[in-house]
Structures are given as C-alpha cells and as structure tokens.
Nanobody, 125 residues
C-alpha cells in the first residue's frame, strides 16, 4: 500500500516560515490527490490544503490563504507545503494524506485513504 513519509516540522517564531515535505516510496504520488491536514490536541482535524493529481488544481482553507502554498516536485516524487507568516494558531501536528485523484471541493480533514505519521509544527516566541 501507499506509504507516506513526512518531514520538515519544528519550532519557528511567529512570522517565520517552514516547509513541510511529503514523500512516498515505490508509488508515484502524481496518481493521487495529496492533502495537508492539521490537528491540535483536543481539536478536530482541519483540512489545510490539497492538490489534485493531474491538473494540479489546489485549494486552501481560508485561515491559510495567502500564507501557505502547496506544490509538487514530480521529479522528486514529493509534495510540499510552504508555510509563511506563521501564527501561533498554526501550531498543530501536520499530516500529509492521499486520496483518489481529485481533491474535495473544500479543504477538509477526513476524506483521505492514506496518512503519513504527522510532523509537529510549533509557532511560538
């Protein structure tokens, strides 16, 4: 089965930037729609962003529009989430996830079939 491996989390100051990576072995991520989902302790999962497989169409949660960018590097079989102007409320465990071919119409945190292990992002001064 598809196995996703995440990296890039860490501690960053408010206003700073961080890039998360999602990679897979054996399988080609281009076949899948790839999403980023975050969850803070005691809170529901929140869809952050998603990129479709072929068209590259993307969506973003209102809370991150203009600050986060999702992208694919097809040569490296990797999907990235570039996060800028980070805020304390962005603190959460971030997961990359895969589903079918198309993203949900709106960002959401549950309609995925495969999940990475999660990487902690902490935004604090």
């Amino acid at each position: 089965q598809l196995q996703l491996v995440e990296s890039g989390g860490g501690l960053v100051q408010p206003g700073g930037s961080l890039r998360l990576s999602c990679a897979a072995s054996r399988f080609t991520l281009d076949y899948y729609a790839i999403g980023w989902v975050r969850q803070a302790p005691g809170k529901e999962r929140e869809g952050v962003s998603c990129i479709s497989n072929s068209s590259g169409m993307t969506n973003y949660a209102d809370s991150v529009k203009g600050r986060f960018t999702i992208s694919r590097d097809r040569a490296k079989n990797t999907v990235y989430l570039q996060m800028s102007s980070l805020k304390p409320e962005d603190t959460a465990v971030y997961y990359c996830a895969a589903r079918g071919r198309l993203c949900p119409i709106e960002p959401e945190g549950y309609k995925y079939d495969y999940w990475g292990q999660g990487t902690q992002v902490t935004v604090s001064s």
